[in-house]
Nanobody, 123 residues
Framework: QVQLVESGGGLVQAGGSLRLSCIAS????????MGWFRQAPGKEREFVAA????????GYAASVKGRFAISRDNAKNTMYLQMNNLKAEDTAIYYC????????????????WGQGTQVNVSS
């Protein structure tokens, strides 16, 4: 059974940084894509960033490109999202997700989800 557990959320002032972590367990993720999504109150879940577990390919939403960086530590089965220069509009619940095969920005195609971690950015 695949399990994804996020951590690292919290309250930060605009311009600050946070690093989110997602620990994955339950199988070998070699041929999996891993993604970060977020959902603000009253809004649809949106793509933030994604990568291939085996590495080399990453993708970002235009709204976070240049500020956020996705990475993973295969030895620890952990994916990270480094978030810099945070803005009030980044406030949301952030979810880790994975799917077999290549990555996509479409959240409906991801098979497994974590419980989410809240990020609040004060202006």
């Amino acid at each position: 059974q695949v399990q994804l557990v996020e951590s690292g959320g919290g309250l930060v002032q605009a311009g600050g940084s946070l690093r989110l972590s997602c620990i994955a367990s339950g199988r070998t993720f070699t041929n999996y894509a891993m993604g970060w999504f977020r959902q603000a109150p009253g809004k649809e879940r949106e793509f933030v960033a994604a990568t291939i577990w085996s590495g080399g390919i990453t993708g970002y939403a235009a709204s976070v490109k240049g500020r956020f960086a996705i990475s993973r530590d295969n030895a620890k089965n952990t994916m990270y999202l480094q978030m810099n220069n945070l803005k009030a509009e980044d406030t949301a619940i952030y979810y880790c997700a994975c799917k077999h095969g290549g990555y996509t920005s479409r959240y409906v195609e991801y098979e497994y989800w974590g419980q989410g971690t809240q990020v609040n950015v004060s202006s």
